[in-house]
């Protein structure tokens, strides 16, 4: 390699004398090459005597002597600074590891110019400190919160709370908060964000402080700077958790200089201007050999006969460009290890390079050539740290902080000469292996850097954003002609905006296909292999807690420039294939690809466990599986039998691509989907400030003349309103080009149905499907709710290509999984269920669910009135209101009318309960279906219900209870917000729990009607009864519901007579109005019997109070302005309901005078002795021991056993000898 260099420059050829001036090739090349140069208008050098290869050295010496002469003879510059002369400490000046507060709170990179936070608030300070003079460093931003940059002494003390600025004799500025810090704290300067480069400047001699902004100056911070004996400054940073930087303090050239001020490092004048002359002469070297290599495939294109020149007969001119070029890097290769060097000589000439090809699907080749000579003529310590340095520099030194133009033009160039780089194979090796994941956070470098205020403004100069309908998803269209045509400026600035943006992308993932190359095998190791080798361990090294830090870690577009890489290559791979491999369109994962040892997932937590586990207790079906026996010698051979009774194995494992779209797939788990919603979170605000906007307009137009005040204040207001808006409608449009695409949204459903096929597929391979990771589930119910929420409505989601099919096979996968008992997690079953139930809240999912094959919605509904065990009932029961919600009695809102729809929305549910009621006859007539033909699970749903209904009335009364006691008090009242919310919460279940019994009782109300069903009249008893005790617990005026909702507790705002007392009068109604005549007569005998069922409690709900027993249960003050509850006014009930309500009350009226005279007292030894209530019914077989039905009917549904003797119970008759029980399980 570079011993090559030392004897070509050495070899007895070059100082023969067969290369005299005869050679006129070699002289030509000569004098091209080494002609006069210009360096500048100082330095310029020229051969002295005549050039040739024996000469060439010391010809080389005198013209670099003579340029660094005349270099050094400049005003302009110096060597190296004057000892003594303002400053003190080493010549490289780097972050001091011994002045940092917590060591290990501070992350330093190798260079100790790069800091990362991973405490609250962290300082360090320089190794050199000034005193005497004007001097600047600069700072480059990988992130944009909170840190204080600036200078401090070397007395002040820092801690986790104080930084620099927070200490006498330090001074900083904090572009997050915009403020700056010397103890005391002002309003300054100009937001910060990733990517800015910010100039620290002091000036010693006349004591003040200037920070910069990208070169532009924000104004002097601070004067009266003490200076002087026992005052020099450090240059110093303190950085919040997660915050990252890196300084230049001048081991490379500065991007903003600053006239008259220096940097703290000194350049290296002679080491510059020496690489300048060389690199000028490379340079033509290398242009002379692309020539000739042209030349070379121009000849051997046109006469494939032409034999090649003989070896030793006449040297060629490339073979003496070599040689020449092996004496340049004799003298250049020592240099290019500097940073400065690489930086300020060895760049510019490579984007000089770059410019001479705009087709990034080519090779350039003057890159090309420049590589393959410095691989092949610089050593191993020289090209390494020169590489380093040289994507450095160009991805985070200029790519990362180079201001944003409205054509992106600088971010173009220097993608594009990364590309050209990463082109050569060779060098792609070399950093893939050791640079771009190890020294440099490679997925970061896909972000594309967003413009400052200013630059947004010039790119969208006209914002508009769609006001929405009264709080609902709903965009109205603009009003006039005006808002039109705003509307159409907007847009048409977003869209080109997207294009600039995507010509971006493509470069990007025109890098990712040449970083993912599989042709270049060295050491049984492709480029996409180690790709994928150190992007896992990237991944895994920087996942905290399941989820990765910060969007600096990997950021969204990283995900999708993969997405489109893959795609690409997987769709070519199946080109060459197409019998054994699928197209990216339908692209999954196999099950065989799960349990391979070769995958590095075996700390990921799978459906049914731990991989470990599952290999103990499924390995002998993964043989099966795969046709493979255990023979007598304990060795698998093939047995294609033993697989019959699984699905036949889909594409060969091992393919590269399948791990890379494993690495995607986990990719969006840990990070993608999060920083999805940080940006979805914008339109919520911009959303916030547009209502706020319209209502202030509102409030303008109305506002009285004579009150001048009133209409200054709300001109303020909008003025501060409408900058506001502007601003963040230009945030949006920034989204919508780069985020908020209908390429991303194509990115995102293509993953979605990845991971929904490969869901699909697994599930048929029966218990191995507990192989699968947990994050595949969660990544399907993420993207599920990223595409309906976050990209909806700014891109429409029916529009995406086979959304139907998409979302129908979502459907089955929701209803397939929330009751999987293959899925062991509960809480990832719980997020199943939660997913269901968000999912059947639109009406398009629903009407796809009602689409589905009645197979799919029979095991729907059985699963969900199943037992409860093991799995979330709350949502559960809100998958069943929702097929109500829209039938029941006063059930068609979305939404109370008095609340905001921000505050009552459930956590786990979000905007979806909000959705406008569409009830599901299709499910209600399968739930029906359901109930009547399977008794004993409908008997088993009621009575679950029935005691979760118990539970958390009982909770609900309990806790209002508590909080009664606190308000009643006349000391301070401190109410516990945990409190209110669970009180609130116990509430809403109830009201669902009801709401779930009257649908029971309006579709299928034989499963408590029926006298032939065991346990119907068990189950009505325990219904009236417990309809009774809410009537009576709601409505009493003294009692404590009426009380605490009289005070308006905030927290308490869904507590309200409405709900509760709606769902409560319509099963009344279904049951007392609406039954067959002898169904009636027992609903009436049953609830007119019941000696808690007062008719008042039902008058109440026509706005008739209750008798008050208690007065001073009602607070003071409040007695004349209480509102009367009543039907009537509520706007969700409509007229023919409260006539119901009418009918209601005066047939019960009616009927309870009859059944007052019919009724008979009940001798007390016919009374049953276990609930001392009913008369005794019915006789137990064998034992002969009796009680009342109603009592035995609730033991044989649990214990099956006497109450007085413990004998099982196999049969019981009337008191007539008639069978009304049987116990089927008696023999087992």
């Not at 990771?773 to 429409?796: D, G, K, R, W």
């Not at 079953?829 to 629903?846: D, G, M, S, T």
């Not at 005279?1157 to 009913?1174: F, G, P, R």
Request: hydrophobic share 35%.
């Amino acid at each position: 390699m570079a011993e090559k260099r030392r004897s070509a420059a050495n070899s007895p050829m070059s100082s023969g004398t067969a290369m005299k001036s005869e050679d006129s090739q070699t002289y030509d090349l000569l004098q091209y090459v080494f002609s006069e140069m210009t360096l500048s208008e100082e330095a310029s050098a020229k051969p002295s005597k005549s050039l040739e290869l024996e000469n060439l050295q010391s010809n080389m010496d005198e013209m670099i002597n003579e340029v660094q002469e005349k270099s050094s003879q400049s005003p302009r510059k110096k060597n190296i600074l004057p000892p003594l002369d303002g400053r003190i400490g080493p010549a490289e000046v780097v972050f001091d590891q011994k002045s940092m507060v917590a060591p290990l709170g501070l992350r330093l990179e190798p260079d100790n110019l790069g800091v990362t936070s991973h405490t609250n608030f962290s300082t360090v300070r320089a190794n050199c400190c000034v005193y005497r003079g004007k001097w600047m460093y600069e700072v480059m931003l990988w992130s944009k919160g909170v840190m204080q940059l600036g200078w401090c002494t070397i007395n002040c003390k820092f801690t986790f709370e104080e930084g620099v600025g927070d200490t006498k004799d330090s001074y900083s500025y904090d572009g997050s908060r915009l403020r700056k810090w010397n103890i005391r704290t002002q309003k300054y300067g100009e937001a910060w964000l990733a990517g800015d480069v910010i100039t620290c400047a002091l000036d010693c001699d006349n004591g003040t402080m200037t920070f910069y902004r990208n070169g532009k100056s924000m104004g002097e911070a601070f004067k009266n700077v003490k200076t002087g004996s026992g005052y020099a400054y450090f240059p110093a940073v303190s950085l919040s958790r997660n915050e990252h930087l890196r300084a230049n303090f001048g081991a490379t050239p500065l991007r903003y200089p600053i006239e008259g001020y220096e940097p703290l490092q000194a350049m290296p004048q002679e080491d510059v201007v020496k690489s300048q002359l060389l690199i000028g002469w490379l340079e033509k070297l290398t242009n002379t050999l692309i020539k000739e290599d042209k030349h070379l495939m121009d000849v051997c294109g046109i006469d494939q006969n032409v034999p090649p020149l003989p070896l030793g007969e006449t040297r060629s001119k490339k073979s003496t460009a070599l040689l020449i070029c092996a004496h340049i890097f004799e003298k250049l290769a020592p240099l290019l290890k500097g940073p400065y060097v690489v930086e300020c000589c060895l760049l510019p000439l490579m984007l000089k390079f770059c410019a001479t090809t705009t087709d990034t699907s080519t090779t350039n080749p003057h890159i090309v050539k420049l590589l393959d000579l410095m691989w092949s003529l610089m050593q191993d310590h020289e090209i390494k740290p020169c590489m380093d340095t040289l994507m450095t520099s160009m991805l985070y030194s200029f790519y990362k902080t180079s201001p944003v133009t409205s054509d992106f033009s600088s971010q173009k160039t220097y993608l594009d000469l990364t590309l050209r780089v990463l082109q050569h194979s060779q060098t792609r090796r070399y950093l893939l292996l050791n640079i771009l994941f190890d020294k440099i956070k490679f997925p970061v470098l896909m972000h594309v850097k967003p413009p400052d205020d200013a630059g947004l403004e010039e790119l969208i100069p006209s914002v508009w954003w769609a006001t929405l309908e009264n709080d609902k998803e709903n965009p109205l269209p603009p009003s006039d002609e005006e808002e039109r045509e705003l509307q159409r400026r907007y847009n048409k600035s977003c869209q080109d905006l997207r294009v600039k943006v995507e010509e971006l992308e493509d470069i990007q993932i025109e890098i990712l296909k040449v970083l993912l190359t599989h042709s270049d095998p060295l050491d049984k190791k492709t480029s996409r292999m180690i790709f994928l080798e150190k992007l896992k361990t990237y991944l895994k090294n920087n996942n905290r807690l399941g989820k990765l830090q910060q969007v600096t870690t990997c950021p969204l577009s990283f995900f999708h420039r993969l997405v489109q890489a893959l795609r690409f290559y997987w769709d070519d791979f199946q080109s060459a294939d197409p019998s054994r491999f699928v197209s990216s369109q339908d692209a999954f994962i196999p099950i065989h690809e799960f349990w391979v040892d070769s995958r590095e997932l075996s700390e990921v937590q799978r459906c049914g466990g731990l991989v470990s586990h599952l290999n103990k207790v499924l390995g002998g079906e993964v043989n099966k599986c795969q046709g493979l026996q255990i023979d007598k010698d304990g060795k698998p051979v093939r047995n294609p039998e033993v697989s019959k009774d699984y699905p036949p194995m889909e594409m060969p494992s091992g393919n590269s691509l399948m791990e890379l779209l494993d690495v995607i797939v986990l990719l969006y788990n840990l990070s993608s989907h999060d920083q999805l919603f940080k940006m979805f979170s914008l339109r919520d605000n911009l959303k916030e400030f547009v209502t706020a906007l319209r209502d202030t307009e509102m409030k303008l137009d109305v506002c009285p003349s004579d009150r001048p005040d009133m209409k200054a204040e709300l001109e303020r207001a909008m003025g501060v309103f409408q900058e506001k808006y502007e601003d963040l409608a230009r945030q949006m449009a920034w989204l919508i080009s780069v985020v908020f695409s209908t390429r991303k949204q194509e990115d995102l459903a293509w993953l979605l149905g990845v991971t929904l096929r490969t869901m699909e597929k697994a599930s048929n391979y029966g218990q191995l499907f507990q192989y699968i990771p947990e994050f595949y589930v969660e990544t399907v119910l993420q993207s599920m709710y990223a595409l309906h929420c976050y990209f909806n409505p700014i891109i429409n989601v029916e529009e995406i290509r086979g959304y139907d099919e998409l979302r129908r096979k979502s459907g089955i996968f929701l209803i397939r999984h929330f009751a999987d008992a293959r899925i062991i997690d509960a809480e990832m079953r719980e997020n199943i269920v939660q997913a269901l139930a968000c999912f059947i809240c639109y009406p398009k999912p629903l009407k796809a669910l009602e689409s589905l094959p009645q197979e799919i919605k029979e095991n729907m509904i059985r699963n969900l009135i199943a037992p409860y065990e093991g799995r979330s009932w709350a949502q559960t029961n809100w998958i069943l209101v929702r097929i109500w919600k829209g039938c029941g009695f006063g059930f068609r809102y979305t939404h109370l009318s008095h609340l905001v729809p921000s505050k009552v929305q459930p956590t786990e549910f979000g905007a979806a309960s909000l959705q406008k009621p569409c009830p599901s006859l299709e499910l209600q007539d399968v739930f029906r279906g359901l109930l009547l033909r399977d008794k004993e699970a409908a008997t088993r749903f009621l009575d679950t219900l029935i005691n979760q209904l118990n539970w958390s009335f009982s909770e609900f009364i309990g806790l209002m209870q508590q909080i009664q006691q606190r308000v009643s008090r006349t000391e301070l009242r401190i109410l516990e917000a945990r409190t209110l919310k669970i009180c609130a919460t116990c509430f809403e279940i109830a009201v669902c729990l009801m709401r779930v019994l009257e649908m029971v009782v309006c579709v299928a109300p034989e499963t408590v009607l029926d006298v032939s069903r065991e346990s119907s009249e068990l189950l009505l008893g325990r219904l009236i009864q417990l309809l009774c005790h809410v009537l009576n617990r709601v409505t009493t005026k003294s009692g404590v519901f009426c009380s605490v909702i009289s005070h308006s507790i905030q927290g308490l705002e869904v507590v309200l007579h409405y709900p509760i007392m709606a769902v409560t009068v319509g099963i009344l109604i279904q049951l007392v109005m609406k039954s067959s005549e002898k169904s009636q007569r027992k609903v009436l005998s049953c609830l007119l019997s019941d000696p808690a069922f007062q008719i008042s409690t039902l008058e109440f709900t026509l706005g008739v109070p209750l008798p008050q027993a208690s007065p001073s249960s009602v607070p003071k003050g409040r007695k004349d302005k209480e509102k009367t509850f009543n039907f009537q006014t509520c706007d969700e009930v409509s007229k023919e309901e409260v006539q119901a309500v009418r009918n209601l009350i005066s047939f019960l009226k009616e009927k309870q005078a009859s059944f007052q005279e019919a009724s008979e007292v009940i001798k007390e030894e016919d009374l049953c002795t276990i609930c001392y209530a009913n008369s005794l019914s019915a006789v137990f077989k064998p034992c002969g021991h009796k009680s009342c039905r109603t009592c035995i009917s609730h033991q044989m549904m649990k214990k099956k056993e006497c109450f007085f003797c413990k004998t099982i119970v196999t049969a019981v008759d009337d008191l007539q000898g008639h069978q009304i029980l049987t116990n089927n399980t008696a023999g087992t």
